[in-house]
C-alpha cells in the first residue's frame, strides 16, 4: 500500500507488519500503532478479522 507519511493504531486483536527499514515482521497488539514514512508501503499479515486506522499526516 503505497501512503504519505501514516500513523497507524491497532484497534483489534494482532497484526504482523512489515514497514521499509525493518527487516523482521513486527507484532502489534491492540492500542499499538507504527509510522509508515510517507512514498512508500507496508505489507500486513492477519490470521483473525482485524481493523487499524490510519491517520496520514
Given amino acids: 500500500m503505497n501512503t504519505l ?3 497507524c493504531s ?5 497484526t504482523r507488519v512489515n514497514v521499509p527499514g525493518h527487516i523482521d515482521w513486527e507484532t502489534y497488539h ?6 509508515v514514512p510517507g ?3 507496508f ?10 486506522l490510519c ?3
Avoid at 491497532?10 to 494482532?14: G, M
Fill in 43 to 52: 505489507n500486513v499479515k492477519v490470521t483473525q478479522a482485524t481493523a487499524y
Fill in 39 to 41: 512514498d512508500s508501503s
Fill in 5 to 7: 507519511k501514516a500513523r
Fill in 10 to 14: 491497532r484497534l483489534v486483536l494482532r
Fill in 30 to 35: 491492540a492500542g499499538d500503532d507504527f509510522e
Fill in 55 to 57: 491517520d496520514y499526516l
